[in-house]
């Protein structure tokens, strides 16, 4: 009987700016019981490190590194340990990753992709991005950061909810939604977010989340031509031609990858009865079908694109060049 393979090891990144909360809510992970045990990997911008010694004492390991950032000197060191920790994989169930509130979450989530070795052995499950409801905005205004860390969000802990007003809480969520129109939002107060809504989500496989929320795509937002990182959607119910969009697309993510944060969309191709699932990271590109289109069901393309001041105008021209009928086309940007 052949050796069945072993399933890849989910990592969850926990990111979020200076002081949102990383560290209350992975030492709630650690102290909690959930009966599953975690690797953990802490990252700090300095050469001196303070955030191990703030984390409790639990029989989970913990690996440190300094003297850089996460995302860019020591994504070496974060390959290293990685390979390391899947030689003895038995003595954990998945591995978290906490980053510097400095971090551009971009270059760890294509650490998942760009090695095969560790793109075999584990998956990237979501990135996690805490923010502070009460600085937010100020923090939003001045430091790109943080705006990067919401565009790559795939679970948005809002945290410390209890120093702002409902009305304020409310500005918050729709500036969170300006930038990032597709990841879910949780409130929460010391980051008491049940644990089973952050951890094991599936919420970086697109496939896996439209099947759970088959309207993930569809949210509606605006798009603000002042802000560092933006979004924007496009719709359109026309069939796309495969021959015309997968060049097109790669085209545009070797051209704009550099500030394309983001790209995800479901595309019904002319002659497919399957809907294709794509998904970009800056500038790693990866797409399949994913499941037929049901009885009923309307043949809709959607692409939400976020990034640093994306031409809108010339990525809507392209994609509608790639409908089937032109001519007959109504793009719906929102």
């Known amino acids: 009987m052949p050796l069945k393979a072993p399933q890849q090891m989910p990592v969850t990144v926990l990111t979020g700016y200076l002081g949102a909360g990383k560290t209350t809510l992975l030492n709630r992970i650690l102290t909690e019981q959930h009966r599953k045990r975690y690797a953990v990997i802490v990252n700090e911008f300095g050469e001196v490190g303070i955030d191990n010694y703030l984390i409790v004492d639990t029989d989970e390991e913990i690996f440190e590194m300094n003297n850089g950032c ?29 980053t510097t509130g400095l971090a551009d979450p971009a270059p760890v989530a294509q650490t998942f992709f760009v090695d095969d070795d560790v793109r075999q052995k584990t ?82 496989d697109l496939n896996r989340v439209l099947e759970v929320e088959p309207d993930f795509l569809d949210a509606e937002h605006e798009h603000e031509h002042d802000d560092h990182v933006t979004s924007f959607s496009l719709v359109t119910e026309a069939l796309i031609d495969p021959g015309k969009f997968l060049p097109w697309i790669q085209m545009i993510t070797q051209k704009f990858g550099t500030d394309m944060l983001r790209m995800k969309g479901i595309l019904a191709f002319k002659g497919d009865d399957d809907r294709f699932v794509v998904q970009a990271v800056h500038m790693l590109l990866e797409g399949d079908h994913q499941r037929p289109w049901k009885a009923g069901e309307k043949r809709v393309s959607r692409l939400v694109f976020i990034g640093r001041n994306l031409p809108k105008g010339v990525i809507e021209d392209g994609f509608l060049k790639c409908c089937v009928d032109v001519a007959s086309v109504e793009a719906l940007s929102a």
Not at 81 to 88: D, F, G, N, P
Not at 163 to 168: C, F, I, M, S
């Open 123 to 204: 998956k990237l499950d979501a990135i996690v991005t805490v923010v502070d409801a009460k600085h937010l905005l100020g923090e939003l205004y001045h430091a790109h950061e943080a705006q990067e860390q919401l565009a790559f969000a795939d679970i948005v802990i809002l945290n410390k909810t209890d120093l702002v007003t409902p009305t304020e809480l409310n500005a918050v969520e729709a500036r969170i939604r300006r930038i990032n129109p597709t990841a879910a939002i949780k409130y929460s107060t010391r980051c008491n977010v049940p644990l089973d809504e952050v951890l094991d989500r599936g919420a970086f």
């Open 70 to 98: 996460i995302c860019c000197t020591v994504r070496g060191d974060l390959i290293r340990i990685i390979e390391s920790l899947m030689r003895r994989r038995d003595s954990f169930d998945a591995i978290l990753i906490e």
